[in-house]
């Protein structure tokens, strides 16, 4: 297990989801297609505005009393409160998790590390993003990290996150390339927003993406303005030493080729799709 990394979570915590209908009420809300899941198994999805717009995404985890909401911490109250508004009539129970159980990122080479207690998941979005750990306590044999070693991961595998690269309540799936690793399921049946989601993914309007940024030097601070031939096509979202993300519209970068150059400010940077991602820039306009 020496080679495995880890980091607690301080930003998330756990809301649990159980009664008998809890997997049926969750599957006519959510983007993800959870009534697949078998325990010990996790997707990731949203629930969003009847808009289209991320109000709160997470990862689903099944376990053997329900299901496991891990989500921003900041959002949980406010996500509990939403769920308890379309519960209705549903035999469902709505509560935060014990707060001796904590969220770990593990990531590194080989299977998945035994644990005493708790429960491990496969990151669902990635599989180079590795593992989460949700249990009371970190394996002794386990070198443990720092928060910001998670992100330098996340942003060198080009991963998005709510809260850095997007705000809630103002970005689509698409934007934060939730249609790219299965965040939305487009065969799955009704959720809250599939209209306009839909529209999006069947008309190919997605325009505005989180990308890869990076720079010869360290990048400038996030919120900072790219242009594209002088002219403004997105912000700096997060920042990692000279690798980073950025919130972009993507037919307004203009040149050729995989990579694009631009400005930070009046840094020079260079602008990539994620490998994993399936589409590409634009073509330009004649």
Not at 228 to 249: D, F, H, Q, Y
Request: hydrophobic fraction near 40%.
């Amino acid at each position: 297990m020496a080679n495995y990394n880890l980091t607690k979570l301080t930003n998330r915590v756990l809301v649990h989801v159980g009664g008998d209908e809890a997997s049926a009420f969750l599957q006519g809300l959510l983007t993800c297609d959870i009534a697949h899941l078998k325990i010990g198994e996790a997707t990731f999805g949203a629930l969003l505005s009847p808009q289209g717009k991320i109000l709160f995404d997470f990862f689903v985890v099944v376990s053997t009393n329900g299901i496991i909401l891990d989500v921003e911490k900041s959002m949980a109250e406010d996500l509990m409160r939403r769920l308890m508004f379309y519960r209705l009539r549903a035999k469902i129970d709505i509560e935060p998790m014990d707060e001796r159980t904590s969220v770990f990122a593990i990531w590194g080479k080989g299977e998945k590390p035994p644990l005493a207690d708790g429960l491990i998941v496969t990151d669902p979005r990635l599989a180079d993003m590795g593992m989460r750990a949700y249990i009371r306590k970190a394996p002794d044999d386990i070198i443990a990290k720092t928060m910001d070693d998670w992100h330098a991961h996340r942003i060198a595998l080009g991963m998005p996150e709510g809260g850095f690269d997007y705000a809630f309540g103002s970005a689509f799936p698409h934007d934060c390339l939730m249609d790219q690793f299965k965040g939305v399921d487009f065969s799955k049946g009704c959720y809250v927003g599939q209209e306009v989601v839909s529209r999006m993914q069947h008309r190919g309007t997605a325009r505005k993406r989180v990308v890869q940024v990076s720079s010869e030097t360290a990048l400038p601070a996030q919120g900072t303005e790219i242009l594209s031939n002088g002219k403004s096509c997105g912000e700096i979202t997060s920042v990692s030493g000279s690798n980073g993300l950025a919130m972009i519209r993507i037919d307004r970068v203009e040149g050729d080729g995989a990579e694009r150059t631009a400005l930070a400010g009046s840094a020079p940077v260079t602008l990539k799709i994620q490998p994993w991602c399936k589409f590409d820039w634009p073509q330009s306009k004649v």
